[in-house]
Nanobody, 118 residues
Framework: QVQLVESGGGLVQAGGSLRLACAATGRTFSSYAMGWFRQAPGKEREIVARIWSGGATWYADSVKGRFTISRDNAKNTVYLQMNSLKPEDTAVYYC????????????WGQGTQVTVSS
């Protein structure tokens, strides 16, 4: 079983930055692909970024060039650095683990709220 706990959300002005962290339990964290998702009020959940076990990354077009996903396997933690934040980035952000590397996220955190004011 894997538990994921997000932190780092909050209120920030447009143009500002936040860094989210997701701490994972489990000894095989380094083998998991990890993703960050977000869900804004009245909208469907969408994937924001993904990082594979080998370190390759993928970003949604809406955040490309502004957000950076990274991982520290020694700390069992994945990060999402968010720069140049916009009001439309306001959402609950979730991290998730793809333990088999097949694109199916089987473990989810509880989410952390990010609010960007204009």
């Amino acid at each position: 079983q894997v538990q994921l706990v997000e932190s780092g959300g909050g209120l920030v002005q447009a143009g500002g930055s936040l860094r989210l962290a997701c701490a994972a339990t489990g000894r095989t964290f380094s083998s998991y692909a990890m993703g960050w998702f977000r869900q804004a009020p009245g909208k469907e959940r969408e994937i924001v970024a993904r990082i594979w076990s080998g370190g390759a990354t993928w970003y949604a077009d809406s955040v490309k060039g502004r957000f950076t996903i990274s991982r520290d396997n020694a700390k069992n933690t994945v990060y999402l650095q968010m720069n140049s934040l916009k009001p439309e980035d306001t959402a609950v952000y979730y991290c998730a683990a793809d333990s088999l590397g097949n694109g199916i996220y089987t473990y989810w955190g509880q989410g952390t709220q990010v609010t960007v004011s204009s």
